[in-house]
């Protein structure tokens, strides 16, 4: 992030995704733009007051994501960043926005509420037709993600395992 940004302020302050875009503003001198309930849960309405409000970085949660991507593969073809996570997510619905107008970055990110926010992130260029999801990525700096089994010990590729995570 950089002061040129304009990150859209879509999330209930008490939702943990409103640290990153409130912080994510104030801290490195960029506009916050504060959208109303009602228009972002007015598809047609959200996605025009994105580009008139000059919107450049977004988190979405997967379902708002998903909801925006079907109404209008396009939706994001303005923006610079969109970062959606939360659940799982229809690789169809992220191809479509990839073949479509996407944005210049569109990133799956992961996080629960312990980790405020995001704890991984991946960059999606593409998605395979057979793709069954979307990978949650590699962590965030200061951050480990530890896949492991009911002892606590690393599970090996393509094994079940729980997610720990550990870090600053």
Known sequence: LDSNERIAHISNVSFDAATFELWGALL???????????????????????EAQGITTMFLT????????RENPNAFQ??????FGGEACDPAVVRRVLESNPPERLLHV???????????????QTVAPDAQTIPIGRPI?????????SHFNPVPVGVPGEIFIGGD
Do not use: C, Q
Not at 43 to 48: A, L, M, N, Q
Not at 110 to 124: K, L, Q, R, V
């Open 110 to 124: 992961y996080g629960p509420t312990e980790t405020t926010t995001f704890a991984a992130w991946h960059h999606i």
């Open 78 to 83: 303005t923006l610079k960043t969109v970062m």
């Open 141 to 149: 700096a200061n951050t480990t993600i530890y896949l492991l089994d």
């Open 62 to 69: 997967t379902a708002l994501f998903n909801l925006l991507a």
């Open 28 to 50: 490195h001198g960029a506009r916050l733009v504060v959208l109303n309930k009602d228009v972002v849960l007015s598809p047609k309405e959200f996605i025009s007051e994105l």
